[in-house]
């Protein structure tokens, strides 16, 4: 197996997986201001590296997985790889079908008053819940990375 396409790999999951982690705090620590200029910008912030961090972190990820699940056999030679596509792939569409068209109804929200209204919290709970869930599938992907059997 090629070591660069493993390093690629490590490199493209830790943005990947920092920017999911870190998008929450960001969007929490924000919000506990309750101030809409800093919820504001916490909005254009997450939706931005979302685009250089997450899509490019996964896309990275999944390119690199898949050209090195061939020297195990492809993604059917062991379970491990079955399991690994499966949960990013559900935290994928969450993110896509979920998550960030909540931001952008939130960033419009926020464009277009100057107060933090009640819909906005609504979809904020929903956006957390959805969110964190999207953020834990992937982690035991890293498990089986590690531990998988040569």
């Not at 008053?113 to 979809?123: D, I, M, N």
């Amino acid at each position: 197996m090629d070591a660069n396409l493993k390093l690629i790999h490590l490199v493209c999951a830790c943005l990947f997986l920092g920017n999911v982690i870190v998008s929450g705090i960001w969007a929490l620590l924000a919000e506990r201001t309750r101030n809409h200029a800093i919820i504001q910008f916490s909005n254009r912030m997450v939706l931005i590296t979302d685009v250089f961090f997450t899509l490019f972190g996964s896309l990275g990820v999944v390119w690199t997985g898949h050209g090195m699940a061939e020297s195990y056999g492809g993604a059917q030679g062991h379970p491990w790889i079955q399991w690994s596509y499966a949960l990013l792939s559900i935290s994928g569409l969450m993110w896509l079908f979920v998550l960030v068209p909540i931001q952008l109804k939130q960033r419009a929200l926020l464009k277009n008053s100057h107060t933090v209204c009640a819909e906005y919290w609504r979809l904020s709970r929903i956006w957390k819940i959805a969110g964190g869930l999207a953020t834990l599938l992937p982690l035991p992907i890293v498990y089986f990375m590690v531990t998988k059997p040569l």
